[in-house]
């Protein structure tokens, strides 16, 4: 049979080179150290422990291929090998010695120790059990490790051994039997009924150990009968016993302290509980005392003349158990107070300082409340009356004090035995208030800085309490001389201004303790008032609008810190395509710009520049537009009025439709005019829809056959005009039959189109269209949209030229004028409804200033709610933006 111990790369293994089958036989222990390290090893050694009963034999007989020093004694159990030499890598060496067999049975090394210590890398120490069999026969069971039972069975749970590790040959049989034994383990006997692995301790294994036996059988097993193993003894642990009364400790009397002791328990308890009991004269009767369950007990008035006892009870995790002490002596009454040291008084002796009494040294018992009385004396320390409520511990000296001397009355009162007072020596006379005193200057923190925000602390004064501070900011010169007052500047925090730059500040501090006056201290001036910073832009100049010809672009000046007020300036820049080559626009140095001419294909963008208030500056400048595109509509477009974009030809047409004043007049006067070119010559064709005709029968409408009548409708009258101004040609259009009928029989009247076609003198022909609403003959519809900027009502020059050629086609005096204002849908209803009136007011305004003259006027605001075009597309929102002339005669 053999043992292994592994040092890691060393390891020992003994065996034993024959069966001891008989008493007194002698077997060889061979013990071999393996070697698996990389390299040889040197300097190790072992202990090793024989089975206790087995000794060595011969000494002699012992040999050592190891090297160092053996040790092996005939007569001893152990083998030692100190300071061998080397071991060769992945080899071994042997040390054998005789071991001597006093009887059969098995044999167990119980901790037998092995050390090797071989290389820094390598030292372990460890321990193994071997169990060697004498009378041993091939198969039969052998323990290769010992049955075992819990560490600390307990009565009333379930204890579960172990039966142990078995060898042998197959099947085994076990059998177990748990042993009650003495409290050191022996003296042993079965338990009976106890012959399995589970055993529940009961109350009669209380103070004594378990073992567990275990005996194998096999085909092989015969003489003897069985092996056997039986486990170390496990103590049992029992609910806790008591084997020495609890004890009392203390003075048993009124407002003393009682203390209890555990007494002495068996089954190592793990909490112990009180409970105090109250007893007659002769220690019997005792009754619980409610709440009194804590390891101390302090006897009340109740306790007089009994005598008390504490229960102790002791627990762990098996139960409970209780036992009482001894009863203590009969409870004596209180003792009154009585007082061994005068009370004191501690403090400065002064008006305005806090005086603090002590008690003073008092016996009786306990507890003692203590309360106070402050008296005033005269300069002698006599004649001493009370000082109205003056009763507590401490006491602060006032202005009635001065010159007088004062003491304090302790009381003490333990509330069994009554009340007495003992009064304190007298102090000196109380002392006047001590003014204030400054012992640390005032400070100034913050930078002195314009605009930066200095604040005073006030330094470090003594004097009588409490003491209030003011505060008066100076402005000096650069050397922190001639200081003069700031007006107003009386708080801790003072802002630093323009009129600080170059100067110094400093504060005065003025402390006021209300008894003795005030004093004032004066700061260190600081350094000379810095100058603002420039401002700084943080955010940078933005610009809205439309990059086109005509349009006005906004700058928004962007974010700017620094010290107030900041002003801002602007400076637009004309850019190339790619926004680099930028050079001032003349003149453009307003917040908005309306882009020309000379802006088309390049960028623009706008300098701003901030101010501050010392007239440092900085630039900051936006980015650059898009590419600024050709306007939407040729120069020569109005911005209000009867625009009627041309089909051909670049230029625009206008056309208005007011009718002569002679009452049932069945014409309508005409007028054409073109931007930038003139005209030779101007027709009007206007049209209806055949749907506002109502034919009488057989009535042939004239044009039914005509090639000018277009799908659903009719012509209803032609001119061509015929006078010529500078810039606009007039004439008349005479309606024809369907014309005239139309207007007898819709009193509401007719939606017409007319379509004007202009020749022009350098050749070419425009064409456009325009539909108006005409009435019966005293009132007719001018088509005059005019168009305006994103957001504005504001008429531009071409505006009031407009003005003044629809002038020269009305008559100068007219019934009414209606002006109705419209916008595109880019700002809320309310927003929007405002605007269009806004445009409306403007556009009335010029035809008065232009000469037009009305009995009434009107002025109509439709917001967004009849758009002209889609609000989808720039073109179409363009068109939306306009105001309608309603003319009546």
Not at 71 to 97: F, P
Not at 119 to 125: E, Y
Not at 220 to 246: F, H, K, M, R
Request: glycine share 10%.
């Amino acid at each position: 049979f053999q043992q292994v111990v592994d040092f890691q790369a060393l390891s020992l293994q003994g065996v034993f080179d024959r069966q001891v089958d008989a008493p007194g036989q002698v077997a060889n222990l061979n013990l071999t150290v393996q070697n698996s390290l990389l390299g040889p090893q040197s300097n190790f050694g072992f202990t090793f422990d024989l089975p206790a009963g087995t000794q060595i034999d011969n000494g002699s007989s012992a040999t050592n291929a190891c090297g160092g020093t053996l040790t092996a004694t005939a007569g001893t159990g152990q083998v030692v090998l100190t300071g061998s030499t080397s071991v060769a890598m992945t080899t071994g060496c042997v040390v054998s010695v005789p071991v001597i067999f006093p009887s059969a049975g098995v044999f167990s090394i119980g901790q037998g120790s092995v050390s090797a210590i071989t290389s820094p890398m390598i030292n372990r120490v460890g321990s193994q059990t071997i169990n060697i069999v004498t009378g041993y026969v091939a198969g039969q069971p052998i323990a290769l490790s010992p049955p075992t039972v819990p560490a600390t069975p307990m009565i009333g749970q379930p204890a579960v051994g172990d039966g142990g590790f078995w060898d042998g040959t197959q099947p085994l049989t076990y059998d177990y039997q748990w042993l009650q034994c003495d409290a050191q383990g022996d003296n042993c006997s079965d338990i009976t009924g106890a012959t399995t692995l589970t055993y529940t301790p009961v109350a009669g294994d209380a103070g004594h150990s378990l073992r567990l036996r275990v005996r194998t059988t096999n085909s092989v097993t015969s003489s003897p009968s069985y092996i056997e193993a039986i486990s170390a003894p496990s103590g049992v642990l029992g609910a806790p016993q008591n084997s020495s009364a609890p004890t009392v400790s203390g003075s048993p009397a009124v407002g003393g302290t009682l203390t209890a002791g555990n007494g002495t328990w068996t089954d190592s308890p793990t909490s112990f509980a009180y409970q105090w009991q109250r007893c007659d004269a002769n220690g019997g009767n005792c009754v619980d005392i409610a709440g009194a369950t804590s390891g101390t007990y302090s006897p009340t008035v109740a306790d007089q003349t009994s005598r008390l006892r504490v229960v102790v009870t002791a627990s762990n995790a098996v139960g409970s158990a209780s036992a009482p002490s001894a009863a203590t002596s009969a409870v004596t009454g209180p003792v009154a107070p009585n007082n061994t040291a005068l009370p004191t008084i501690s403090g400065t002796v002064r008006a305005g300082a806090t005086l603090t009494a002590a008690d003073g040294t008092w016996t009786g018992t306990t507890p003692i409340q203590y309360t106070y009385q402050w008296q005033r004396c005269d300069a002698a320390g006599a004649n001493c009356v009370d000082i109205s409520g003056a009763t507590g511990a401490s006491y602060v000296a006032s202005a009635a004090d001065i010159s007088a001397k004062l003491r304090v009355v302790v009381t003490a009162d333990n509330a069994a035995a009554g009340t007495v007072s003992a009064t304190s020596g007298a102090t000196s006379q109380v002392a006047d208030f001590t003014a204030p005193s400054n012992t640390a200057k005032p400070t100034i923190d913050g930078t002195a800085k314009v605009g930066e925000e200095l604040t005073a602390t006030t330094g470090t004064w003594t004097g009588h309490q409490p003491i209030d501070f003011t505060y008066q900011w100076q402005r000096c010169d650069a050397a922190g001389a001639n200081c003069v007052d700031i007006t107003g500047a009386t708080a801790a925090a003072y802002r630093s201004t323009l009129a600080d730059a170059g100067s110094t500040l400093r504060v005065v501090v003025t402390a006021d303790n209300a008894a003795t006056g005030t004093v004032s201290e004066t700061s260190d001036p600081t350094s000379p008032v810095a100058e603002p910073d420039a401002p700084v832009n943080t955010s940078a100049p933005t610009v809205s609008g439309t990059a086109k010809v005509g349009d006005d672009l906004t700058a928004d000046p962007g974010t700017w810190t620094g010290f107030a007020p900041v002003t801002t300036t602007y400076q637009w820049q004309r850019c190339d395509a790619a926004g680099t080559n930028c050079v001032d626009i003349s003149g453009a140095t307003g917040a908005t710009y309306r882009l020309t001419d000379a802006d088309e294909g390049g960028t623009v963008r706008v300098v701003v520049t901030a101010t501050g208030p010392t007239g440092r500056t900085q630039r900051a400048t936006s980015a650059v537009t898009g590419a600024v595109a050709p306007s939407a509509t040729p120069d020569v477009s109005p911005i209000f009025g009867g625009n009627l974009p041309a089909k051909s030809g670049g230029r625009n047409l206008v056309m208005v439709t007011p009718p002569k004043t002679a009452k049932g007049s069945p014409t309508i006067n005409v007028g054409c005019s073109a931007e930038g070119d003139e005209l030779v010559r101007c027709t009007v064709i206007v049209y209806a829809d055949r749907s506002q005709l109502m034919p009488r029968r057989g009535l042939n409408l004239p044009g039914q056959q005509s090639p000018k009548v277009r799908t659903g409708r009719v012509v209803i009258g032609t001119a061509v005009t015929v006078s010529k101004g500078d810039t606009v040609m007039t004439g008349t259009v005479k309606l024809n039959a369907a014309g005239k009928r139309m207007l007898r029989n819709r009193a509401g009247g007719i939606d017409a189109e007319a379509l004007v076609r202009g020749s022009l003198s350098g050749g070419g022909v425009v064409e456009s269209s325009s539909r108006a609403r005409l009435r019966p003959p005293t009132q007719a519809i001018a088509p005059t949209d005019g168009l305006f900027p994103i957001n504005s009502s504001k008429l531009t020059a071409a505006s009031l030229g407009y003005a003044r050629r629809l002038r020269t086609i009305m008559p100068s005096r007219v019934k009414s004028v209606i002006c109705i204002g419209h916008t595109d849908s880019r700002g809320s209803e309310e927003f929007n409804l405002d605007l269009g009136k806004r445009r409306a007011t403007a556009v009335c305004r010029a035809l008065r200033k232009v000469g037009v003259r009305w009995q009434r006027v009107r002025i109509v605001s439709r917001g967004e709610s009849t758009p002209r075009a889609t609000n989808e597309t720039p073109a179409g929102r363009a068109l939306n933006r306009r105001v309608e002339v309603q003319i009546r005669y």
